[in-house]
């Protein structure tokens, strides 16, 4: 099974571990654009009633990934323009995060919270283990749109985070080399700490973006 650890995975609800699964093979492209998503036939794959296919299917169509029709559930995918859409918005949603909680956090004890969660991509990095890394990657981002108090920024980072953490598993085993990720969030944790919010932001708004980059160049050239 891919990862979100394999233990994460199976503390979800049954309609989300279906979904996990879905959404794996969607961004990898095991599941192409086009491909019609029986309801009856996925029950069966995964040895699950129709209840927890049915959520699955709400869940991913709400991240963009599937669309219902006429004739049933197909799969839409991520082309360049779904991620250039996922990278702006995400952008966007986090620059107010990354302010809010400079204004509102107790910026030390935060810093260090944060550095902790460096700490942790820096030993999976070491240890040469992508996945761990995306899930570290992911856990450091959440912490911005936990300190912004913020309910609806939250709920919105809550529909698009499980898409993210399997781009960032996805993309993560394709690098070679993590330690500038490492880096590039250890700088953005010391200008949190200075309360430098223009430099932070600017930091934050080129990480994600660059990402984004990066992800769309590859995908076009698998395709």
């Known amino acids: 099974m891919d990862r979100l650890a394999v233990d994460q995975v199976r503390q979800l609800p049954l309609g989300e571990r279906v979904a996990h699964q879905l959404r794996m093979r969607i961004v990898k492209g095991e599941l192409e654009p086009g491909t019609h998503l029986v309801e009856g036939a996925l029950a069966d794959s995964f040895d699950v009633s129709r209840g927890p296919i049915r959520d699955a299917l709400r869940r991913l169509e709400s991240e963009g990934l599937v669309e219902s029709r006429r004739r049933g559930v197909f799969v839409t995918g991520l082309g360049e323009d779904d991620i250039d859409e996922l990278f702006t918005l995400r952008e966007s949603m986090e620059r107010l995060a990354l302010t809010r909680a400079i204004e509102r956090a107790d910026v030390p004890t935060a810093a260090d919270q944060l550095d902790a969660r ?68 250890a700088d953005l944790v010391r200008v949190f700490r200075s309360r430098d919010t223009e430099q932070a932001v600017a930091m934050l708004s080129e990480h994600i973006l660059s990402a984004g980059r990066r992800l769309r160049t590859r995908l076009r050239a698998a395709q």
């Open 118 to 185: 460096v700490a942790v991509m820096a030993k999976a990095a070491e240890d040469k283990d992508p996945t761990a890394f995306a899930e570290a990657d992911l856990e450091f981002h959440t912490a911005f749109y936990q300190l912004a108090e913020h309910r609806r920024l939250w709920a919105a980072w809550e529909q698009y985070r499980p898409v993210f953490a399997v781009l960032l598993d996805v993309t993560n085993t394709q690098d070679r080399d993590l330690q500038p990720s490492v880096a590039s969030h």
